[in-house]
């Protein structure tokens, strides 16, 4: 790719990766030595990368010895370098916080003087599909330490790229922040759903009692089985799915269920205009999966749009007088639901569940006003999980098009000191 001399800022200039940085590959020492293996010198590999979260290495899965880095012809990194993978999984990088060596799959960087680490580790990170292209080999494609040296960039003066540098880490600050909020809410959830579905609204119960099965729940509520508060389950549609069509419903597969309950946008499908009649949901219905991914539900709500739903799922539909299709939904996100799975798929020789065995289902049940606000807290925790998931994208989306602007100069940073 070629930088278009016109387009270059003033006090910019256009360099090769070879000019601001020392490319220095990786390599594997022998296994066959257990000499080499097990010393003081962190050793990682591309994997580790494609697993980390945020900017930073700290710290390798695996660590050799002196002898091992001398056989290998290895070098040790310094702190502040910027890991680049250029083989299989091209163009991942990170900046290392401790000196660390690297296997084959690693063109890495050590800046020369006027290069600033963290606006090295965005200059490439922008630069991944252009080394994407420059991969090349039939058994895995590879961006060699030459065209590493060769990728063009452009190069603004060091207080510039701190000052670049800064406002993209101030966002990706914003982002980690973000992470650690949702992570935390999701643990909160996780806590209160078990707290809630065991036992019950905080300072509402006194009383308990001893359930086979379900342990001490609160003496009012009920233990049923969840076929006594359904109508009779029903297995879904059979016909094929069609093409994606928005007029027709849509024909929901156990494929287009997630783990934790929500309908997929991507690859839907429709249903049968023929076959459609009699499987058609309505809000509160309730899908358990009977093969495959055994044990996953799906509580349709009509935001979803019609659907019909297909014949490996199995239909409950709560009676009004007894259960409220949310509760019984949060029940199967607890950890006796997921227990009770375990349990059935090993009695089986298949994995497999039927609408018998999951009429079977034990619940502990409140009544229906504890039901309803049992659910409501709940409701509220994953509505401020989805409001900080809606932020963290909004900033993911903002990162992208500002990294783009300030690493090309179309935006310059004030660089004066407040």
């Not at 494609?50 to 710290?59: F, I, P, S, V």
């Not at 058994?139 to 060769?150: G, H, I, L, N, W």
């Not at 027709?248 to 156990?254: D, G, K, T």
């Not at 039901?371 to 989805?386: H, N, R």
């Amino acid at each position: 790719m070629r930088i278009d001399a016109t387009q270059v800022p003033e006090g910019w200039r256009i360099a090769r990766l070879g000019q601001v940085a020392e490319v220095v590959g990786g390599s594997t020492p022998s296994r066959a030595r257990p000499e080499f293996w097990g010393g003081d010198i962190p050793w990682v590999v591309p994997s580790e990368l494609t697993e980390l979260a945020g900017r930073y290495l700290q710290g390798s899965r695996e660590s050799i010895t002196i002898d091992g880095l001398e056989s290998a012809g290895l070098r040790v990194l310094p702190a502040g370098s910027i890991l680049l993978t250029t083989r299989a999984t091209i163009g991942l990088v990170a900046i290392n916080t401790l000196p660390i060596s690297t296997n084959q799959g690693f063109q890495s960087l050590v800046r020369r003087n006027g290069t600033e680490s963290l606006w090295l580790y965005y200059c490439i990170s922008s630069k991944r599909r252009e080394l994407e292209r420059r991969g090349a080999g039939s058994t895995f494609r590879e961006v060699s330490r030459d065209s590493v040296r060769a990728l063009p960039i452009l190069l603004p003066p060091l207080a510039e790229q701190r000052a670049i540098a800064a406002v993209l880490d101030s966002i990706d600050e914003a982002i980690e922040s973000a992470d650690e909020v949702i992570a935390a809410t999701e643990r909160l959830r996780d806590a209160l759903l078990h707290e809630l579905l065991t036992r019950g609204l905080p300072g509402q119960h006194s009383e308990w009692k001893e359930v086979p099965g379900l342990g001490a729940i609160p003496a009012s509520w009920k233990a049923v089985r969840l076929g006594k508060v359904c109508d009779v389950p029903r297995y879904g549609a059979g016909a094929p799915a069609q093409p994606f069509d928005p007029n027709q419903p849509r024909y929901v597969r156990i494929t287009d269920i997630t783990d934790d309950g929500h309908l997929r946008r991507t690859d839907a499908r429709s249903a049968d205009p023929e076959r459609v009649e009699g499987y058609e949901l309505q809000a509160g219905d309730l899908l358990f999966a009977r093969s495959g991914s055994v044990g996953r539900s799906y509580l349709y709500r009509p935001e979803d749009g019609p659907c019909v739903y297909a014949g490996y799922l199995i239909r409950f539909r709560a009676r009004s007088n007894a259960a409220v299709p949310r509760f019984l939904e949060l029940w199967t996100r607890g950890q006796f639901y997921r227990r009770w799975v375990a349990s059935m798929l090993r009695a089986g020789a298949q994995p497999n569940i039927n609408a018998t065995e999951y009429s079977s289902l034990p619940v502990a049940l409140p009544p229906l006003a504890e039901q309803t606000a049992i659910a409501a807290v709940l409701d509220s925790v994953d509505a401020s999980i989805e409001r900080a998931r809606e932020e963290r994208a909004v900033l993911s989306t903002v990162v992208t098009s500002i990294s783009d602007a300030l690493l090309t100069g179309r935006v310059r940073v004030d660089q004066r000191k407040k």
